[in-house]
């Protein structure tokens, strides 16, 4: 009888085991063996939270966020540097953990930018990530089409190193020309309110604040400007928005401009008939007659000196209707000091 039942035994065990229905090998724990041959991944984070008693101080430019076990402020990781899952790369500059050099643990990963669309800046286009300095006292960062900029501080410099020559040893004067802007600047920007605007305005508990209208993205034809103010509800700070006309971008209109006899510039004009705003294949639902900065036959430029602020209402074609509000021109200004569009330095000054 035993002879008949062991083979049998064995067809049944080998079936069983094709079909995946039979018992797995185990290790000397009692585990499948599959387990085994599992990377051991280190554990980062550790509960109750244990954080130091005071915050970190991160450089300029570096966020200070809270880490990825949920406990403390971190001072976030930047492009190129080692990231886990506790140690956050920068979310605000499109940063993201690459695990990918680490297979098949995934433990820890090097930060890198997210695939984004790049900037233009003054004529000038920057890759997603891509860091350049297009004024001497800033340098500036490219995140997905925005653009945030740092300033470059020197804390101390040599009293010595633009006096003169010494040793026979020559300066360098490309650097001693900014040292009175940048001393200033290293020593009243941890004082500097972020947002100026003299003078100082309460309204329902909230001081009012705001930046500068920005110039005009377009020299001519309908473009837009911003600022950032809190001037709203909940009295937070957010970035507002405009429209702007300074020209026609009709050249044969430009021709027409009469400047007075004696003189170089002629400031303002309007059109012959009033017409109405073409935004985004949108009319205005009114025509308008806008006052227009004029041009000059020197090499000065005529901007916005005087203005307010109107609401203009667009029809689009079966798509409903909006509004937005307008810089509206009373009179303009005829000046040496032509700012391209969009050029955030315009504005700049050192206080």
Not at 32 to 59: I, L, M, Y
Not at 71 to 91: F, H, S, V
Not at 239 to 256: A, F, H, M, V
């Amino acid at each position: 009888i035993l002879m008949f039942l062991f083979p049998l035994l064995l067809l049944q065990k080998f079936c069983c085991r094709a079909q995946g229905t039979g018992p797995l090998d185990t290790t000397p724990e009692g585990r499948p063996g599959e387990v085994s041959d599992a990377p051991q991944r280190k554990q980062f984070c550790h509960w109750p939270c244990k954080c130091p008693h005071q915050k970190p101080r991160c450089p300029p430019g570096v966020s200070l966020v809270r880490d990825g076990c949920g406990c403390c402020k971190i001072c976030a990781k930047q492009p190129g540097e080692i990231c886990n899952e506790a140690d956050l790369c920068d979310p605000h500059k499109g940063l993201y953990c690459d695990y990918s050099v680490d297979r098949p643990r995934y433990e820890t990963g090097v930060c890198a930018y997210l695939v984004a669309v790049g900037c233009e800046f003054n004529q000038v286009h920057y890759h997603n990530g891509q860091v350049f300095q297009p004024n001497p006292l800033f340098s500036c960062l490219c995140v997905s089409g925005a653009i945030g900029c740092t300033p470059l501080f020197i804390p101390k410099l040599a009293g010595s190193h633009c006096s003169g020559a010494k040793g026979g040893k020559k300066s360098d004067q490309s650097n001693c020309s900014l040292e009175p802007l940048l001393q200033q600047l290293s020593t009243s920007y941890k004082t500097m309110p972020a947002y100026r605007n003299l003078p100082l305005i309460w309204k329902k508990k909230c001081l009012v604040q705001a930046t500068k209208w920005t110039p005009c993205s377009r020299t001519c034809g309908m473009g837009i400007s911003n600022r950032v103010t809190n001037e709203n509800s909940n009295c937070e700070m957010r970035k507002e928005k405009r429209l702007c006309y300074i020209q026609p971008c009709d050249s044969n209109i430009l021709k027409t401009i009469e400047i007075p006899k004696g003189k170089t510039c002629q400031p303002t004009f309007q059109l012959s008939k009033a017409e109405k705003f073409v935004f985004s294949g949108c009319s205005s639902t009114q025509s308008y007659k806008p006052t227009f900065c004029g041009i000059c036959l020197d090499k000065r430029c005529c901007n916005p000196n005087k203005s307010k602020m109107i609401t203009i209402q667009f029809d689009c074609p079966n798509e409903g209707s909006f509004k937005w509000k307008m810089l509206w021109i009373t009179s303009c200004v005829c000046q040496r000091n032509c700012r391209e569009p969009g050029d955030i330095f315009s504005e700049l000054k050192i206080l």
